[in-house]
């Protein structure tokens, strides 16, 4: 069989879920056996969304190679199970450096170098790359943006051209839109996704399959319409109805024949019917909690839920494991101090400092870390988190008061998280951090080794600081414990505090590797923890 193309794209309004229903439609065919993967185009010029401040784009995701990418790649992997990579996240930024290098080490040399067909070239190279690896029998293609912007045109375009180089039955094109429901008129309203599809044949893209976003289900006569009005066939209007939990959207997907309109379409015979045992377990203990827990994320991205995307997505995987439903509330860092932190945090069953950059809410997270130690509530840092709770430690129980991190204050005499040699020298910003998968070392009785059940294990990075080894002694000497290396470098990467019912932190970044069949480990223990202590009190 050759490789299939799927290619999404979206109409009318941003956020309606592309990357949810991509993701949806990957899982249906996984679950009847083909290898599948997705891949993201996104419409800006930043080579990654590295460089993206969290309220711009949300969350940046980390792949086990150590790409920085789209929040959606997290979307993918939890709902696939597999491990993405670079090459499933593609910038505009990217198309175009690699074409503007290419022009100057004289690959176009006496052409003109233009939109279509260098950048377009490219694009299509890059759209049937992964296909090449023979690793997969369907590549999905989510494009970014909206069907209509300036942005994401070059990207429809290159699907435009695909569309005709591919053979009929490897190449599928389902557009996302909304159907809005007018409460005034109480009528569902087809012409937005009506001039959107009109959108996307003026520039040559004829969509497949329609799938509607919508809050109300469609009728028989809405969807007809649809299918008249832009021209596909009548049984490919398809809905998706706002659900209870992303995790229900693919069985939403199957049970309006998703899967089955796109292996029909692609000529792929004989294939079983999806397999969603695992998922529908997962959704039955997700909707069926016994108990639940109320949990402090800590960040200054409060404001923002994507902004902490894969942490929330670990709790879902958490909660459900333990059947325990985890209510999650951002606590704004900036507006904790030591005096109000009481106040704040008093009510929770367990605190989580989030990662971060920069020095805003610096001195709150501080606070949160020495409010969980002090009164004993379970604990756990990620990255900055781990690195603002051993700052807590070295200023509260070894008393430097001055101690820092010399990413906010490079002259403190204290400088216990310090930046890693070889960050030193660089001096460019984009794609230079410690990034991607490394191995770490646990140590044998530590609460680490205990939940993890393993010597050695491997987690993602994010971050140019580290613990500075040079204090380690007298903070080990006082009480906390390091529990995880990196076996390679020596590097800390975990920390604990064994006096305390759970402490744990972390430099890497657990939470990115939680999927519903794979919680992540440290994410149910803490979870865990915080319903002993709610049951305790
Ligand atoms: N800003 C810190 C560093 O660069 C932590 C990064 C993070 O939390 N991802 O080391």
Redesign the pocket.
């Known amino acids: 069989m050759n490789t299939k193309y799927i290619f999404v794209t979206g109409g009318v309004a941003s956020s309606l879920g592309k990357g949810i229903i991509a993701a949806s439609l990957a899982k249906l065919l996984q679950a009847r056996g083909l290898r599948v993967t997705i891949q993201k185009f996104d419409p800006y010029l930043n080579i990654d969304p590295g460089t993206l401040n969290p309220y711009e784009h949300g969350e940046c995701y980390v792949t086990e190679d150590g790409a920085e990418t789209d929040l959606d790649l997290g979307h993918y992997e939890r709902f696939l199970g597999v491990y993405t990579s670079q090459a499933n996240n593609v910038t505009t930024g990217r198309i175009y450096n690699t074409v503007i290098t290419k022009e100057r080490e004289g690959a176009y040399l006496g052409k003109t170098v233009q939109i279509v067909p260098h950048i377009t070239d490219e694009i299509k190279r890059r759209m049937l790359l992964l296909g090449k690896t023979g690793d997969y029998d369907v590549i999905i293609t989510e494009v970014g943006g909206t069907v209509g912007d300036i942005e994401s045109l070059p990207f429809v375009e290159a699907m435009r051209q695909l569309q005709w180089e591919l053979p009929e039955e490897d190449f599928l094109s389902i557009h996302l839109t909304l159907v809005p429901y007018l409460r005034s008129a109480k009528e569902l309203k087809t012409k937005p996704t009506q001039h959107s599809v009109q959108e996307l044949q003026s520039i040559g893209v004829h969509p497949d399959i329609i799938v509607c976003r919508t809050e109300k289900r469609l009728t028989p006569e809405i969807r007809s319409k649809i299918a008249r009005f832009c021209n596909v066939k009548p049984g490919h209007v398809i809905q998706s109805v706002d659900a209870w939990s992303i995790y229900q959207v693919p069985l939403n997907m199957e049970a309006e024949k998703l899967d089955e309109m796109v292996v029909n379409k692609l000529g792929i015979h004989g294939l079983p019917k999806a397999d969603l045992t695992r998922l529908k377990e997962f959704l039955f203990r997700l909707r069926h909690p016994k108990t639940e827990v109320d949990i402090a994320l800590v960040g200054k991205y409060a404001e923002l839920q994507d902004a902490y995307k894969s942490i929330q997505e670990s709790f879902v995987h958490a909660g459900a494991a333990n059947e325990c439903k985890v209510h999650v509330h951002t606590v704004h860092a900036e507006h904790i101090h030591d005096d109000n932190a009481e106040d704040l945090l008093g009510r929770m069953d367990g605190i989580l400092v989030a990662?971060?950059?920069g020095e805003r809410g610096l001195e709150g997270k501080i606070s949160a870390v020495r409010y969980a130690r002090e009164h004993g509530i379970p604990f756990f840092g990620i990255?900055?988190g781990m690195?603002m709770a051993v700052v807590e430690f070295a200023r509260n129980v070894l008393g430097y008061a001055e101690a820092a991190s010399t990413?906010v204050n490079p002259r403190t005499p204290y400088p216990v998280i310090d930046l890693m040699e070889e960050q030193k020298s660089l001096t460019m910003k984009g794609g230079t951090?410690r990034l991607g998968a490394y191995p770490c070392h646990l140590v044998p009785g530590s609460l680490a080794h205990d939940i993890y059940g393993r010597d050695d294990i491997s987690e993602r990075h994010?971050?140019?600081?580290e613990f500075n080894n040079r204090f380690l002694a007298q903070m080990e000497k006082a009480g906390l414990k390091v529990s995880g290396r990196n076996p390679d470098t020596d590097l800390v990467e975990i920390v604990e505090l064994p006096s305390h019912p759970f402490f744990i932190a972390v430099q890497f970044h657990p939470e990115l590797k939680s999927t519903p069949e794979r919680p992540q480990p440290i994410f149910v223990r803490f979870v865990r923890a915080a319903m002993e202590r709610r049951n305790g009190r």
């Open positions: 990662p971060g950059f990255c900055l690195q990413e951090m994010r971050h140019r600081y």
